[in-house]
């Protein structure tokens, strides 16, 4: 039975990939790669990959969607000139090129050999770990490298969208200036949202020491909130220069780094002695949770803009 | 999980990494680019995710926590792009 489903659900997650690369408009490009985020996140449930559906559900679709829908409504507002298409043999041959890579990976595919993965090793030691989520076990014990590298690329790409400013909008509130009718209804939807967000954000976070959820889910749940109230016009866009958002955006890099250096006075970089294990790791899920909320938003507000020029 | 459990997410990702492929040469705009790029990176998250579900002890954790990883970084290399294009839009949108 789960066959057939999982055929089915692969069959529409291509058929919707089709309809987001090969549709005549944009804006139904980037609608469809809202329903195509959310079809992929359903497939890593049934991958029984709880985690990385959260992240998908939440990042992928959520976040990628909101950031694609304001670019869409800038790049409008700007009407820049369209480029021409490709050619017809250019097409053609990046058609044949696109089906030469899949049908290598497939042969690829065909050929694997068999792994034993590392499910294992992360049971045995996972008590010491200071979480029963295994993928948290990996995420800021095992790999901590990798997750306090990952908050540092964050900061990079706020840095980067930043940076292109212009001068005469810097510093200000980021992103535009959101209209909407004060009885409508994005303003109610407004009012409902961001409160169960914020619950179910927290939640996240918290589960993340246990069971499926994290500091990455549930800081992209708590930025969902912040966004939504502040689009539907309840609360003010930030300013850039804002000293709260600032720390709120640099405490988690700060108190991970402050961990890694710890551990290395104590002979390794990123070491989280086991006996404190638990509520460290708490610690570092819920400052990395508020870092990634603040740093997501930002993102999303994008760069100030104080009304657009003609 | 049994291959054939997981074997359509893993076919149903080479199809994506090749679509996407072909929407990032074939897309003349910026936008829709970079949503061909985003499709290419899914693809290849799904493709792991599928290959690593295929052990029969239960679900590996390391890849799912690179995975975790790789969309969040995904996000931000997107946000960064946008940006970039909105701001390229504003300069009046042509080849240098």
Redesign the interface.
């Known amino acids: 039975m789960s066959v057939v489903f999982n055929t089915l659900l692969s069959v529409i997650i291509v058929a919707v990939a089709a309809a987001v690369v090969l549709g005549r408009q944009a804006f139904m490009a980037v609608v469809f790669f809202i329903a195509y985020g959310l079809l992929v996140a359903l497939a890593w449930l049934r991958l029984e990959a709880t985690n990385v559906a959260l992240a998908e559900a939440a990042i992928g679709a959520g976040l990628t969607g909101i950031l694609l829908l304001m670019s869409w409504t800038r790049l409008r507002a700007l009407q820049a000139p369209a480029p021409p298409r490709p050619t017809r043999l250019i097409r053609m041959l990046a058609g044949l090129g696109a089906v030469a890579v899949t049908l290598g990976l497939l042969a690829a595919l065909i050929r694997l050999p068999a792994h034993p993965g590392l499910q294992n090793a992360v049971a045995e030691r996972l008590p010491l770990t200071g979480t029963e989520n295994p993928v948290t076990a990996v995420l800021l014990n095992f790999r901590g490298w990798d997750t306090l590298l990952e908050t540092l690329v964050l900061l990079a790409a706020l840095l980067g969208v930043w940076t292109v400013t212009r001068d005469e909008d810097w510093p200000g509130p980021a992103g535009r200036r959101h209209r909407v009718l004060p009885d409508g209804v994005l303003a109610q939807f407004g009012r409902v949202l961001p409160p169960v967000a914020l619950v179910i954000g927290a939640y996240l976070i918290w589960a993340g020491g246990h069971q499926p959820g994290g500091a990455f889910q549930g800081g992209t749940v708590l930025a969902a909130a912040w966004v939504v109230a502040v689009m539907t016009g309840h609360l003010p866009a930030p300013r850039v220069d804002d000293r709260w958002m600032r720390a709120a955006v640099l405490s988690g890099p700060a108190f991970f780094l402050g961990v890694g250096v710890t551990g290395l006075s104590m002979g390794t970089f990123l070491w989280i002695p086991p006996v404190i294990a638990t509520p460290l790791l708490m610690a570092i899920e819920i400052t990395l949770a508020v870092a990634i909320a603040a740093t997501l938003s930002m993102l999303v507000f994008g760069a100030p803009e104080r009304e657009e020029t003609p | 999980?049994t291959p054939?459990?997981?074997l359509?997410?893993?076919?149903?990702?080479?199809?994506?990494?090749?679509?996407?492929?072909?929407?990032l040469?074939?897309?003349?705009?910026l936008?829709?680019r970079?949503?061909?790029f985003?499709?290419i990176g899914?693809g290849i998250?799904?493709?792991f995710?599928?290959?690593?579900?295929s052990?029969t002890?239960?679900?590996?954790?390391?890849p799912?926590?690179?995975?975790?990883?790789g969309?969040?970084?995904?996000?931000?290399?997107?946000?960064?792009a946008?940006?970039?294009?909105?701001?390229?839009?504003?300069e009046?949108?042509?080849?240098p």
């Open positions: 999980m054939v459990e997981w359509p997410f893993a076919i149903c990702a080479t199809a994506l990494i090749g679509l996407g492929l072909y929407g040469i074939t897309q003349p705009l936008l829709r970079i949503i061909a985003n499709m899914s998250f799904l493709l995710g599928a290959l690593s579900a052990e002890a239960g679900t590996d954790p390391v799912q926590a690179m995975i975790i990883t969309i969040v970084v995904a996000l931000s290399a997107t946000a960064l946008l940006g970039l294009a909105v701001a390229h839009a504003r009046g949108g042509r080849d």
